[in-house]
């Protein structure tokens, strides 16, 4: 899929813009401070004002977007003829506890921590910059780079949309991103051509009837079972009308119904998320949802109510994209550095920017080396091997460099 040594990149292998020590040491920094001080989507303020910050301390014109939160960063003049990459991070939170121990960087903020690596991209795309802007003032810069830091990505459907908005891609041609994967051993890049992510969307059910005593549940609508038979019958019928290979998948996060053993309850609560391999079967998830959910409520004599919340498409890679990276890596770190990688269940709001131009996301190794512990995105006990921001700061560094040279 990529070339298989540096020998392969006549001229390019020998790129400028490493990363000083002194540089790498406050980046570290940075990150932690952000893990310290974890901020909801749309409620950035902090993270906006500490990235705007130090970019105004390089010399750069920072400009928060429109919402207060979040903000772009164009480094060398746009000449308005030639587009120009963008390199984005996304910089909210989760509002889940941090339950790491014994790192003197945990959240100090109750229920709420980066478990998903944004600190991580954030620190990567701003060292970045610097590296850039340092060539750009040494002329050694070929095209002027975007930085992209986008808000509310944790939020469906993501705060790419506002971005978009706010104009983060006029002028730009093409777009890169990072998302961390405790997979991939630090140091590596995950690679794929094609859908790299999946669709996902949310889905809030009510559903209500006549309750009463749980002693004569024939005389009622009892909304526990059916509520029960919803989270249980529901995926398994879309398996039988959908196509397997598009996978189409619907997953509870809650369901909530009732206050007492004796009572059957008037109300039930569900809601969950419909994740999708496949762009044509995700279009028509909604009608295909509402018809099983409404089949299997009426069958229990039960009312629904849904409300299906489109999230975002799949991130699909463009290869050429995919593969400048795949070639900037090697450049920075030979071809050992890259792996192929599958496409996950996970839903990504980067997806809109590939709406517009051509792009690609890797998949940033966060693993630390012999790490026997299997750990996952979106849990309280998250964390990267801080190795990461390095490399993700070459990878980004070398591919902005490549893509000027190759004009």
């Known amino acids: 899929m990529y070339r298989e040594s540096e020998a392969d990149l006549p001229g390019e292998a020998a790129l400028p813009g490493t990363l000083p020590e002194s540089l790498r040491a406050?980046?570290?920094?940075?990150?932690?401070?952000?893990?310290?001080?974890?901020?909801?989507?749309n409620q950035e303020f902090r993270t906006t004002a500490a990235i705007k910050a130090r970019l105004e301390q390089a010399g750069l014109k920072p400009r928060v977007l429109d919402a207060g939160t979040g903000l772009i960063c164009d480094i060398g003049t746009w000449d308005g003829l030639r587009p120009m990459l963008a390199i984005r991070a996304d910089?909210?939170?989760?509002?889940?506890?941090?339950?790491?121990?014994?790192?003197?960087?945990?959240?100090?903020?109750?229920?709420?921590?980066?478990?998903?690596?944004?600190?991580?991209?954030?620190?990567?795309?701003?060292?970045a910059g610097l590296v850039l802007a340092n060539l750009d003032r040494q002329g050694l810069l070929p095209r002027p780079v975007?930085?992209?830091?986008?808000?509310?990505?944790?939020?469906?459907?993501?705060?790419?949309?506002?971005?978009?908005?706010?104009?983060?891609?006029?002028?730009?041609?093409?777009i890169i991103a990072v998302h961390c994967d405790p997979r991939v051993e630090v140091g590596k890049v995950g690679l794929k051509h094609g859908a790299i992510t999946s669709a996902c969307d949310r889905l809030e059910v009510t559903l209500t009837g006549a309750g009463g005593h749980t002693a004569r549940p024939h005389l009622t609508t009892d909304l526990v079972t059916a509520a029960a038979k919803v989270?249980?019958?529901?995926?398994?019928?879309l398996g039988r009308?959908?196509?397997?290979?598009?996978?189409?998948s619907v997953t509870w996060g809650r369901i909530e119904a009732g206050h007492a053993c004796n009572v059957i309850p008037m109300h039930a609560e569900l809601s969950g998320?419909?994740?999708?391999?496949?762009?044509?079967?995700?279009?028509?998830?909604?009608?295909?949802?509402?018809?099983?959910?409404?089949?299997?409520?009426?069958?229990?004599?039960?009312?629904?109510?849904?409300n299906y919340v489109r999230g975002v498409p799949p991130v699909v890679n463009d290869p050429a994209v995919?593969?400048?990276?795949?070639?900037?890596?090697?450049?920075r770190r030979g071809p050992y550095a890259i792996e192929d990688t599958e496409q996950s269940l996970g839903g990504e709001d980067f997806s809109w920017y590939l709406e517009l131009v051509p792009g690609a996301m890797a998949r940033l190794g966060v693993r630390t080396p012999g790490d026997p512990v299997r750990r996952d995105l979106h849990r309280g006990d998250?964390?990267?091997?801080?190795?990461?921001?390095?490399?993700?700061?070459?990878?980004?560094?070398?591919?902005?460099?490549?893509d000027g040279m190759r004009g």
């Open 26 to 41: 406050e980046l570290i920094a940075f990150r932690r401070d952000l893990h310290m001080h974890p901020e909801l989507g």
């Open 231 to 237: 989270v249980s019958e529901v995926p398994a019928l």
């Open 146 to 174: 975007r930085l992209i830091f986008q808000a509310a990505e944790e939020i469906m459907p993501g705060g790419a949309s506002d971005a978009i908005a706010s104009g983060v891609m006029e002028g730009v041609g093409k």
């Open 273 to 306: 998320t419909v994740r999708c391999l496949d762009l044509h079967a995700w279009r028509d998830a909604p009608d295909l949802v509402h018809a099983a959910i409404d089949e299997i409520a009426t069958l229990h004599r039960a009312k629904s109510e849904i």
């Open 382 to 402: 998250f964390d990267a091997d801080e190795g990461a921001i390095q490399a993700g700061v070459e990878l980004f560094t070398a591919a902005a460099l490549l």
């Open 241 to 248: 009308r959908v196509d397997a290979r598009a996978g189409l």
């Open 322 to 331: 995919s593969d400048l990276l795949g070639d900037a890596m090697i450049a």
């Open 91 to 127: 910089i909210d939170a989760l509002p889940i506890p941090d339950a790491k121990v014994g790192v003197p960087y945990r959240s100090t903020v109750p229920d709420r921590a980066h478990a998903c690596g944004h600190d991580v991209h954030t620190t990567t795309v701003l060292g």
